[in-house]
């Protein structure tokens, strides 16, 4: 019931919108009737209905707004969920600690009691775990420096282990809504193109990842489940200025005394936009911009912003973001953050709309045959290429870490999360 309602930000997920109804006919049963196939019905944890309790939860609803309602303390300090961990202690900002809950589905976590904390700084987490104050390291707490000045001290000691899952996607989303877009040029799949070719994606991987991320045509990896069904069905953007030089005269610019692309006077000037987590990646993206001939400057949405879903989705012209690599339904339609959903949704912050792409994450969602499913797959990475409504950036290879003597975590695929089987883990000398 809360999942469905647009204005509380769930009403757009596949997975909601496929259910016809929930219903408990005794304490021990739940009963999900579906409109038509899903697919992924045996999977709702990572797809959108995580169960909320309705002890707690009905009295307000769906009395308050949804603002009133997100403000409830359950959703903060007062959390009750099914896990394997009851919440102990959260201090918003520092830190949570969670027991173990006697009688969760799967067993009693042979770990006692977890204490998460929340370190925004790379270098601060990095200095944590090299004093051994850390048993676990996820979550992008150290990024492709930090992690690799961990794993060499690391190998060295013979203290833990690092690992890299590329399980994330890079991309900079073009706004593609004409009451937002600045300059109304991004609006030509032309120019879009053209941006796309002045990218020397290369450089910025060697220059900013140290050349440990992989280059990133679409949102699924070769490495990836899908990865087999894109041979020959991802349209590339090789660095090539020429090309770029071509598309922009044929959208009507032309470089002017200054080396500036301009259109009847007015020059191409835009803004290319993130969160503090990768500034030194726009930097150098936005100088690359102007030197060939895009007067391209970076900004930074202030960390006090950085969660607000309007400031996400009303930027003039691009923003670089993340999101886990895979998500097709993402992007759809649906998914797009507006005014009417309170501006949330799924990383399709700039406001794509592609009825092919929307039919085709339609049919991938609502079929049973791999092959098949492979086969549409293949289809959206064509229209996505051909419409290019955001420039494919890398696969990020997020780092993680542990030390010796816990005993659990392991390599997974890129689909998988390192932490999906936390209530095996535990300590052994």
């Known amino acids: 019931q809360v999942y469905k309602l ?53 009295p307000s609803f769906p009395k308050v707004d949804a603002e009133t309602f997100g403000n409830d303390p359950f959703w903060t300090r007062q959390f009750i969920g099914l896990g394997p961990y009851r919440l102990d202690q959260w201090e918003p900002g520092s830190f949570l600690e969670g027991v173990a809950f006697n009688q969760p589905a799967l067993g009693k976590p042979k770990i006692n009691r977890v204490r998460i904390l929340f370190i925004p700084d790379p270098n ?26 961990l794993e060499q001290e690391w190998k060295r000691s013979g203290v833990g282990t690092v690992i890299n899952t590329p399980n994330l996607w890079r991309f900079t989303t073009f706004q593609l809504r004409p009451e937002f877009a600045d300059p109304r040029a991004l609006l030509d799949v032309g120019v879009r193109k053209a941006l796309a070719h002045s990218v020397d994606r290369q450089v910025v991987a060697e220059n900013i990842y140290h050349g440990q991320m992989a280059i990133a045509d679409f949102l699924v990896s070769p490495d990836s489940q899908w990865g087999p069904a894109l041979v020959g069905s991802v349209q590339a953007y090789p660095y090539d200025l020429r090309r770029t030089e071509q598309l922009m005269n044929e959208a009507g610019f032309s470089k002017g005394p200054d080396g500036t692309y301009a259109s009847g006077g007015t020059r191409f000037a835009g803004e290319l936009k993130t969160t503090i987590e990768r500034e030194d990646e726009v930097t150098a993206m936005s100088s690359d911009w102007r030197k060939v001939g895009f007067d391209i400057h970076q900004a930074v949405l202030p960390a006090a912003l950085s969660t607000d879903p309007a400031s996400r989705a009303t930027f003039p012209a691009m923003f670089t973001s993340t999101t886990p690599q895979g998500a097709f339904d993402s992007f759809t339609t649906a998914q797009a953050p507006r005014a009417d959903n309170n501006w949330r949704g799924g990383p399709n912050r700039g406001g794509w709309s592609n009825p092919e792409y929307d039919r085709l994450v339609d049919a991938f969602s609502t079929t049973l045959e791999p092959s098949e499913r492979a086969a549409e797959v293949a289809q959206m990475a064509r229209v996505f290429g051909q419409d290019l409504p955001m420039l494919s950036l890398f696969f990020l290879s997020v780092p993680y ?23 095996e883990w535990q300590f052994k000398q």
């Open 6 to 58: 647009p204005e509380f930000g769930g009403g757009g997920s596949r997975s909601i919108r496929a259910i016809a109804d929930v219903t408990a006919p005794d304490d021990r049963t739940l009963v999900i009737r579906w409109r038509a196939l899903y697919p992924n019905a045996n999977d709702l944890t990572s797809d959108g209905l995580p169960p909320l309790p309705r002890h707690v939860l009905e």
């Open 124 to 149: 601060t987490a990095l200095a944590h775990a090299l004093a051994g104050e850390l048993d676990f390291i996820g979550d992008n707490a150290v990024v492709t420096e930090q992690a690799f000045t």
């Open 401 to 423: 870490a542990w030390v010796s003597n816990l005993h659990g975590p392991s390599a997974v695929a890129p689909e998988a999360w390192p932490v999906w089987n936390l209530p």
